[in-house]
């Protein structure tokens, strides 16, 4: 019962955003306001047009605003937003913090259509991330249960070796590295002339060589 009343007030709460956002038009096209910066501030002047736009709002306050109507956590609302409007309108805007590579911000839109899309859809937005969310679980449990599958098998019928310098035939390799001159770092994608070195498993026969292949 409480469940039922729960959702038809959400149902409801959506409703107005339906209602209020179907009325608001929106500039479909500002790329003919022109680029470069508004004076006197660092945006853009596309960023500044679709700011005052009354059909748009940044995805920061449509977060905001649909977790204030669902009651859903902000992190959960962001990846329904994010996978109902993959390619949403952004425009430059702030600057980024020299750790964060510098240069100019980029803020997020989404127009009224988008908005009423979303509130319509809310329901199945929900429910497709919820088995999004299954599958991945279910396709990471079936990678840890076919990893560990693998290693037993290494136990099993391989010896493992540290950093030899060649491979041996039936050699199953987890690590390549070069021993530099602040010490050992992975090699792979280096191409530095330096002799590389070998971690991985050893079969003694090309038969359970063979049969572990077929594992992986």
Request: glycine fraction near 6%; charge should be positive; hydrophobic fraction near 30%.
């Amino acid at each position: 019962m409480v469940y039922v009343k729960l959702k038809l007030m959400i149902m409801k709460t959506l409703e107005k955003i339906i209602t209020k956002y179907s009325k608001q038009e929106f500039n479909e096209e500002n790329y003919s306001v022109g680029g470069g910066l508004t004076d006197g501030k660092f945006a853009s002047n596309r960023h500044e047009n679709a700011k005052s736009d009354k059909g748009k709002l940044t995805f920061g306050k449509t977060c905001q605003m649909f977790k204030e109507a669902t009651g859903c956590d902000l992190d959960f609302v962001k990846k329904i937003i994010e996978y109902a409007v993959p390619n949403m309108e952004w425009h430059h805007a702030g600057k980024l913090p020299k750790q964060y590579g510098g240069g100019m911000k980029k803020t997020y839109f989404l127009n009224s259509q988008e908005i009423v899309s979303i509130a319509n859809d809310w329901s199945s937005l929900v429910e497709k991330i919820e088995i999004s969310k299954q599958e991945k679980r279910v396709t990471l449990e079936n990678i840890k249960v076919k990893e560990n599958s693998k290693l037993e098998y290494l136990k099993a019928y391989a010896k493992r070796v540290v950093r030899i310098s060649e491979k041996p035939e039936y050699f199953y390799e987890t690590d390549k590295e070069m021993n530099g001159k602040y010490g050992w770092f992975s090699s792979y994608g280096k191409s530095y002339n330096l002799p590389e070195y070998y971690t991985g498993w050893v079969f003694e026969s090309s038969e359970k060589y063979a049969q572990f292949n077929e594992l992986q």
